[in-house]
């Protein structure tokens, strides 16, 4: 009568083990790494309240991801590496600020390696172009990112996160008007 009780010893021993080895990426994340993550990402967006912090994973291209709704409402995500230097672009609050955001365009300063597709928008070109992708896929989408764009066929590209999930691309011309979204 030993055996099914070792069966079920066993049984329980395995699902034990198994309940302990499928952790989140949260687990991988110590208190210093989230306390510093947030804080090298509310100190690059202007303030804010983070949401949510996690760690990448081996497909990621970041090391930590921040999720910050900034003062006015607009929920960004600040990807950091692992010395905790913001990799995207994610747009900053004074940007986003109505009467606050810069009325003429920065000049970037030219560098050999400088590409325009990794040149984040700022001002008030990322407040229009916001509103023109917001208002071409969802208004209840989020900005994850944006740039300039090298191409001919258009000037910005703006990153939406859609409310289903969806990752969408929308291209704009100088005169914010939609070129075409990537879905």
Request: glycine share 8%; aromatic share 4%; proline share 6%.
């Amino acid at each position: 009568m030993r055996t099914p009780l070792t069966l079920v010893g066993l049984v329980l021993a395995v699902v034990l083990t198994l309940s302990g080895c499928g952790g989140s990426d949260d687990d991988k994340l110590s208190s210093t790494d989230r306390d510093k993550a947030a804080d090298a990402a509310l100190t690059y967006v202007g303030g804010g309240e983070v949401t949510d912090v996690e760690r990448g994973d081996g497909d990621d291209r970041y090391a930590y991801e921040v999720e910050v709704k900034l003062p006015g409402g607009t929920d960004v995500d600040v990807e950091l590496d692992e010395e905790f230097q913001v990799i995207n672009n994610p747009p900053k609050a004074a940007d986003l600020e109505s009467g606050e955001a810069q009325t003429t365009e920065p000049t970037p300063t030219p560098t050999a390696t400088a590409d325009p597709d990794d040149r984040p928008l700022t001002g008030s070109t990322l407040k229009k172009a916001t509103a023109a992708a917001l208002k071409a896929t969802d208004p209840a989408g989020k900005v994850t990112e944006t740039s300039e764009s090298d191409d001919a066929d258009h000037a910005y590209e703006v990153e939406v996160l859609l409310p289903n999930g969806q990752d969408v691309t929308v291209e704009l011309d100088r005169s914010f008007k939609v070129t075409k979204i990537d879905r």
